[in-house]
């Protein structure tokens, strides 16, 4: 029979109710255990939430639990390589919500530290398994698109004024969209092409009112050897009905793709996976390939329908082979590659503030 992990959430923000704990609950592979939430409030207490799941008030509490395999880490990013410390030097597999590290120093120090302790560490770029990039995954393995030249993906919002609700993300100090944001469009097209040999920055604000010098925008050309561009760009203004999401091009075909994948906005609505409806775009959000007729140069667009896929479940599901197996190279993200990722960030405000391409 296979083995049910036991899981222990710390923190209970956004990121646990939303992108872990519904995960958690959905497969037979792992158990709700217990939850961290330092300050419960009458309109927000984890321990009414989740009556059958023991709750605590401290990391140290639920870490000095023996009956705990793997930890979740949904707290501030700059708790993650503290508390993946400890819980791994308590030896406990652990999964840290992206962005990995404020620093690839302490990314790679954590790297290191899971081999030590003979644990598996993973890290949550859950936008690996968002529906559209799996469909430009397809296309790029059954060359549809040829040679690719040019690779853009974009996470656009029209969003001018700065936000009202103070958080973390609200905190220059704490924030950039660069290690939000940006380590899911730069991871998406690492694990495809693997690093870049050089990259140029360009990270500011877009408000005009933005008084806190928070960077709530970016652009990252990603120089690839062969000549190949990648463009990771986030903007705060873009009034746009529909946003672009993907215009990728090569020499056989583009496909482009409006819109977001909808897993995120079904699951703030309530809708839980394996639902009816769950991870199902509409048709009108489906992406085009164009592509280039044999011997007639003419150019044929067709509407491409999304690839099946059971969404960020398929995160979990291939952690717990990953487990099952003790196996470092079968966890769903490698944390050298979002260390990487994290290097990356780095050298993206560092090309900003110098004005000039750096070699990675």
């Not at 400890?86 to 652990?94: L, S």
Request: net charge negative; charged share 25%.
């Amino acid at each position: 029979m296979s083995k049910t992990y036991n899981v222990g959430v710390i923190g209970y923000g956004l990121s646990a109710k939303i992108f872990h704990i519904p995960f958690i609950n959905d497969s037979p592979r792992f158990a709700l255990h217990s939850i961290v939430q330092r300050t419960p409030k009458p309109t927000d207490d984890a321990s009414a939430d989740w009556p059958n799941t023991k709750t605590h008030r401290s990391a140290d509490d639920l870490l000095a639990d023996k009956d705990i395999d793997i930890v979740v880490l949904t707290t501030t990013p700059d708790s993650h390589a503290p508390l993946a410390t400890q819980a791994m030097r308590a030896g406990k597999h652990v999964l840290v919500e992206k962005p990995f590290t404020p620093t690839s120093s302490e990314a790679q120090h954590l790297c290191q530290l899971a081999k030590d302790n003979n644990v598996l560490l993973t890290v949550y770029q859950n936008r690996r398994w968002d529906a559209d990039f799996l469909t430009l995954k397809s296309l790029l393995d059954d060359g549809s698109l040829g040679r690719i030249v040019e690779f853009e993906t974009h996470f656009d919002r029209h969003r001018p004024e700065m936000p009202s609700a103070q958080s973390w993300k609200t905190d220059p100090a704490s924030y950039s969209a660069v290690f939000d944001l940006g380590t899911h469009l730069m991871d998406q097209v690492v694990s495809v092409y693997g690093l870049p040999e050089r990259i140029t920055g360009f990270v500011g604000t877009q408000r005009q009112h933005n008084t806190t010098g928070l960077e709530d925008s970016f652009t990252a050309l990603l120089h690839y050897s062969g000549g190949m561009l990648a463009t990771c760009k986030a903007a705060v203004v873009s009034p746009e009905e529909t946003q672009l999401r993907f215009w990728v091009r090569g020499e056989k075909g583009s496909f482009k793709k409006f819109g977001l994948d909808p897993q995120e906005d079904q699951l703030k609505a309530g809708l839980r996976p394996g639902e009816s409806g769950y991870g199902i775009e509409s048709e009108e959000r489906h992406g085009a390939l164009s592509s280039v007729m044999d011997g007639s140069g003419k150019v044929e667009r067709r509407t491409v329908r999304p690839v099946e896929s059971i969404g960020y479940t398929a995160f979990y599901e291939q952690f717990a082979k990953a487990l099952d197996a003790r196996d470092e190279k079968l966890v769903p993200v490698e944390p050298g590659v979002a260390a990487g990722v994290i290097r990356l960030c780095e050298l993206m405000r560092r090309s900003s503030v110098e004005g000039k391409t750096l070699v990675v």
